[in-house]
């Protein structure tokens, strides 16, 4: 059989050009453990010639870990796959993702190889203008990632962008979450939600979107990369950048929008809007030295899922808003070694700690059908801590973050629930706002059965599921710290039954998960912004307000960093395509 196999290989190794021979060998000695015990040199004598010995190449390679993520073992084994000895060799990774379905964990590569070739470098550069003195502008409320991209393409397209953002710039915003951690003290305008990056700045960073079709994901990692983020989110299948490195690549953008002729306001929240003829004439903002209007040409409103006052002035003067579905439920945390363990296929804390030497905190992704409802983990965050990420008086709201190098003893996940519009009927009283209130309610819930603070209700993981208090609370990574208290009472039956399944099903999917080593802290209620606020698929204008651009996660057009990046960036070339109409 073994023989066979090298029979084909060689056979098709005449057949096919240079350029294809390593990818075709990466392909059959990853398939075949037997070529691996013949040497390398024997089967691929043809890849020595001179012509593959001078050049760049692209190869694909899968390699165990301890290889992949150390340059001088990797190095080795591409000159081993080459078949170079005393060439120069520079390796650059391209893409590189973890096959952890096995117990014989993988890593599989996309290389540039230079041979005796000096290293190419691409520089990233962008064509950011002077627009100080353009007479184009566009005002953006929110300095959220939508917000911000939206500004920098400003920049590139000679539109002068105006930021007006309710909250404080990064360093004095650090102040105000210490607030909310250690005296549960939360400020309306400044929190891990609103502020300078908005609820980007003290996120994960996780950098993975399925939205490839809304721009383009590269042009946005590059972005990233330009203003300090390190090179390695171009090259990792789920790139991740550490919430402690955030908030510098957030002043960079500022000071990039500041240098090329850009404003920023800060400490001014948009508390109304004029119309006329169609049209936004004047935006009033309330700012620390009293309220100002500022008239406009274009606006692109980038105001996040959490400015609920958005949404309630837009209902008060009837303008167009619709109610969206959207998912609710818990945030759930294990110890870290025991996601590795499970996901790393270990039987000992010594192996998890073998593999930790190599391998990145473990994640995982669940999802379950549970009825008509799905039941899934979200924003699941290894080695990382459960957020205070209430944003006003009477809520208690979790999400998670975790620094650059995930090495928090925990991991924790959002897991919730796919809420429909029906769901929402008991508040219909409140109009296309019902799910808002049905959220308020949740998060009111959490509060009042906390104790009026930050302190959130939390319950051990198979304590909920069968219904029993816990007595006792492990040590969580939640800072303002834990109630023990029964969840469902806090849920409701809604989502505390569909929960109770779904995690059910999770423990039968995921070795170890149902376990009293975990806890639940409730609740995850802003998964994704309750009210849409519509906009024409081609123009992206508000349907009734020509140069109103609704933008970003808050309208509903994003789920997450890149995907709110991505369509700040379209919103400001729609704000072009307007000007240039004659
Ligand atoms: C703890 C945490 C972790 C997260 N982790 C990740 C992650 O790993 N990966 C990921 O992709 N996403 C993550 N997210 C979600 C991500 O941060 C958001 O999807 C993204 O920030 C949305 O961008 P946005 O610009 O649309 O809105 P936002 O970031 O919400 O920004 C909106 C901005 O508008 C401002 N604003 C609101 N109202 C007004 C007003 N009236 N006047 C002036 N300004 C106003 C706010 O202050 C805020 O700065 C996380 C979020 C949190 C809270």
Redesign the pocket.
């Known amino acids: 059989m073994s023989f066979t196999i090298f029979g084909i290989c060689a056979f098709t190794y005449r057949k096919v050009s240079i350029m294809k021979k390593a990818q075709i060998f990466a392909m059959y000695y990853q398939r075949y453990a037997i070529l691996k015990l013949v040497p390398i040199s024997l089967i691929l004598p043809s890849l020595k010639d001179k012509h593959l010995s001078v050049m760049q190449q692209k190869i694909q390679i899968q390699v165990p870990p301890i290889i992949a993520f150390n340059e001088q073992l990797l190095k080795e084994e591409v000159k081993q796959f080459l078949n170079v000895k005393d060439e120069t060799l520079f390796v650059k990774p391209l893409r590189r993702s973890i096959d952890a379905r096995n117990r014989n964990i993988k890593v599989n590569l996309t290389l540039n190889v230079f041979v005796d070739e000096p290293l190419v470098t691409d520089e990233i550069h962008f064509d950011y203008k002077d627009v100080s003195k353009s007479k184009t502008t566009c005002h953006i ?8 991209f939206a500004a920098l393409r400003c920049l590139e397209l000679n539109i002068k962008p105006i930021i ?4 404080k710039n990064v360093k004095d915003r650090r102040r105000d979450l210490a607030a909310i951690n250690k005296d549960h003290i939360v400020n309306p ?1 400044s929190n ?18 399925r939205s490839s079709k809304r721009g383009s994901i590269e042009k946005i990692l590059n972005t990233f990369v330009y203003h300090g983020a390190s090179s390695e989110i171009l090259v990792d299948a789920h790139p ?1 950048i550490g ?1 402690n490195k955030l908030p510098q690549l957030i002043e960079n953008i500022r000071e990039t929008i500041l240098k090329f002729g850009g404003e920023i306001h800060f400490n ?4 109304d809007l004029k119309i006329e003829n169609g049209a936004i004439k004047e935006i009033c ?1 309330e700012a620390e030295n009293g309220k100002a209007e500022f008239s406009i040409q274009s606006l692109i409103l ?6 609920r ?2 949404y309630e002035l837009f209902d008060s003067k009837k303008i167009l808003i619709e109610a969206k579905p959207f998912a609710m439920g818990v945030r759930v945390e294990h110890p870290q070694e025991l996601i590795d363990s499970v996901q790393y296929h270990c039987n000992s804390a010594n192996e998890v700690n073998e593999k930790r030497d190599y391998l990145p905190a473990a994640s995982y992704s669940l999802v379950n059908q549970i009825g008509a409802y799905s039941v899934y983990s979200f ?1 699941m ?1 290894p080695g990382g801590i459960i ?1 205070p ?1 209430a944003t006003g008086p009477e809520q208690v709201v979790t ?3 975790s620094p650059s190098k995930r090495n928090n003893p925990y991991a924790n996940s959002g897991i919730v629930i796919g809420l429909t519009l029906n769901d929402f009927k008991p508040f219909s009283k409140h109009g296309e706002l019902a799910g808002l209130e049905f959220q308020k309610e949740l998060e009111k819930s959490a509060w009042l059965a906390g104790g009026k603070t930050q302190t959130a209700p939390a319950q051990r993981l198979q304590d909920f599921v069968n219904g029993k208090l816990s007595s006792s609370l492990p040590d969580c990574s939640y800072v303002p710290g834990l109630k023990s208290v029964d969840m469902m009472s806090v849920l409701g039956n809604l989502i505390g039954k569909n929960l109770q399944l779904g995690f059910k099903e999770f423990g039968k999917k995921m070795r170890n998960y149902l376990t009293n080593d975990a806890l639940i802290v409730g609740v995850e209620s ?1 998964t ?1 912004t309750p009210v849409r606020i519509p906009r024409d698929n081609q123009t992206l204008q508000h349907p009734h307000i020509n140069n109103l651009f609704p ?5 509903g057009y ?8 991505m ?2 960036e379209r919103c400001a070339d729609k704000v072009l395509e307007l000007n240039n109409k004659p």
């Open positions: 409320v929110g300095a959220g990632p939508a917000g911000l007006i953002e309710r909250g305008e891990y939600c609103f502020g300078e990056g908005g609820a980007g700045t003290y996120s994960d960073g996780k950098l993975y979107t991740h919430t001014s929240k948009m508390v903002v980038a105001t996040g899922h959490s400015a006052d958005i924003c965050c957020a990420c999400n998670g973050w802003r994704s933008c970003g996660e808050g309208a994003a789920g997450g960093i890149v995907s709110a990046a369509d700040g």
